[in-house]
């Protein structure tokens, strides 16, 4: 998975509570990227990073925030989080804007 | 934005046999178009792109055609073998990567 790794892998949690995934490099890519996958929709962007300090929305960004202090981790947030949010979340990076993604293993996200 | 349509949803084959799945896109400034094949509880896997200034890329039993005209691109996949089946991915994105949109996804069995 071209050195990445997200975590938790699994995690079950309850509607209301704040949640917390993380990505982390070790290619030293410039960018990353936060993507949702559900059923019949493919791979949905929700937040990018071009550089440390430097994100901004992609096409499903609401109730999610991220953060990125370091170029070799990328946190998305679930401020509070909704049943909707039950998903399957992927961290990606690339070298560059117009370069190739490489997808890291997923974290798999329960909320009841 | 940029919307990507993919078909079939499903293709069963019998090994050997080939395969070929369909994108279309709907953006004309789209000019990178990457494909990826996901197992099962993995993340995506790049395994082949191509470029708007090529109409054709081939890598070993993996071939990729592109119609900038009509704007479609298909993946095909020559002597098909069980450990071709996966979900597979078409994206379509602009001059900047941080708008790469994907098809829903095809489910391909390859049958012994």
């Known amino acids: 998975d071209a050195g990445i790794t997200q975590s938790p892998r699994h995690k079950v949690t309850e509607t209301g509570t704040p949640v917390t995934l993380r990505c982390h490099q070790t290619e030293n890519h410039r960018y990353m990227y936060w993507y949702r996958q559900d059923p019949g929709h493919g791979l949905r962007l929700i937040h990018y990073s071009y550089g440390v300090k430097d994100t901004d929305k992609g096409e499903v960004s609401d109730g999610y925030s991220v953060s990125r202090s370091k170029t070799e981790d990328f946190l998305l947030t679930l401020e509070s989080a909704t049943s909707s949010q039950t998903s399957v979340y992927f961290c990606?990076?690339?070298?560059?804007?117009?370069?190739?993604?490489?997808f890291g293993p997923g974290t798999r996200l329960l909320v009841l | 934005g940029e919307n990507v349509e993919q078909h079939p949803s499903t293709l069963s084959v019998q090994e050997g046999d080939s395969a070929v799945i369909k994108c279309t896109y709907s953006?004309?400034?789209?000019?990178?178009f990457p494909w990826y094949k996901q197992e099962l509880g993995k993340g995506p896997q790049l395994i082949i792109d191509i470029r708007s200034n090529v109409g054709e890329k081939k890598d070993q039993r993996i071939a990729v055609t592109l119609n900038k005209t009509a704007k479609h691109f298909s993946l095909h996949i020559t002597e098909t073998q069980p450990e071709d089946s996966a979900v597979y991915f078409c994206a379509a994105s602009p001059h900047n990567n941080n708008d790469m949109r994907f098809g829903a996804g095809t489910r391909l069995t390859v049958k012994p």
């Open positions: 990606a990076i690339s070298a560059g804007g117009s370069e190739t993604q490489y």
């Open positions: 953006d004309s400034a789209s000019n990178y």
